[in-house]
């Protein structure tokens, strides 16, 4: 099995940064695909990065310059940049991807808690 835990959420006002880190662990022979979204109450999750293994990265058009995702093989880590933050940035986040040569995803973490306001 494959587990993840997102952590480096927090509370900051607009316009601030923050930068949230998902480390990976357990039967991984590879980290095919990494993926970040987000999700608020009564709303479904929402896709906001994704980054291959060859590092290209595609965002959701809602935080595309302003957000960067960007993964470390070595520590099994995936980080989610943010800089720029808004009201509506405000969600729990949530990492997750594609192991090993199924292509399989991983269950959910707990995610991290992202709180935008003045």
């Known amino acids: 099995q494959v587990q993840l835990v997102e952590s480096g959420g927090g509370s900051v006002q607009p316009g601030g940064s923050l930068r949230l880190s998902c480390a990976v662990s357990?039967?991984?022979?590879?980290?095919?695909?990494m993926e970040w979204y987000r999700q608020t109450p009564g709303k479904e999750r929402e896709l906001v990065a994704v980054?291959?293994?060859?590092?290209?990265?595609t965002y959701a058009n809602s935080v595309r310059g302003r957000f960067t995702i960007s993964r470390d093989d070595a520590k099994k880590t995936t980080y989610l940049q943010m800089n720029n933050l808004k009201p509506e940035d405000t969600a729990v986040y949530f990492c997750?991807?594609?192991?090993?040569?199924?292509?399989?995803?991983?269950?959910w973490g707990q995610g991290t808690q992202v709180t935008v306001s003045s």
């Open positions: 997750n991807g594609r192991f090993n040569n199924t292509w399989t995803r991983a269950g």
């Open positions: 980054i291959t293994l060859g590092g290209s990265s």
């Open positions: 357990g039967n991984i022979d590879s980290i095919n695909v």
